[in-house]
């Protein structure tokens, strides 16, 4: 995983889990990353892809998600 790359983070749990959904529907191999600290709760959730899915991935998630 060290060539991965980072293209979301949030410290809520299911909108992580929303923008990994809506990558793999795209045909894309994101990984959901806990580094949140369970005793406190502080951390983010984070989304990681290869580097040669980065800008897809950017892209999709900025064009197809909106969170309220």
């Not at 793999?24 to 990984?31: D, G, R």
């Not at 806990?34 to 892209?59: C, H, L, M, T, W």
Request: glycine share 2%; hydrophobic share 40%.
């Amino acid at each position: 995983m060290d060539k991965w790359q980072r293209v979301y983070a949030d410290p809520v749990m299911y909108k992580a889990e929303i923008v990994k959904a809506v990558l793999e529907e795209h045909n894309l191999k994101p990984v959901l990353v806990n580094k949140q600290d369970s005793n406190y709760k502080f951390g983010n959730f984070e989304i990681y892809v290869n580097p040669d899915e980065v800008i897809r991935a950017i892209k999709l998630i900025n064009d197809e998600i909106r969170f309220g």
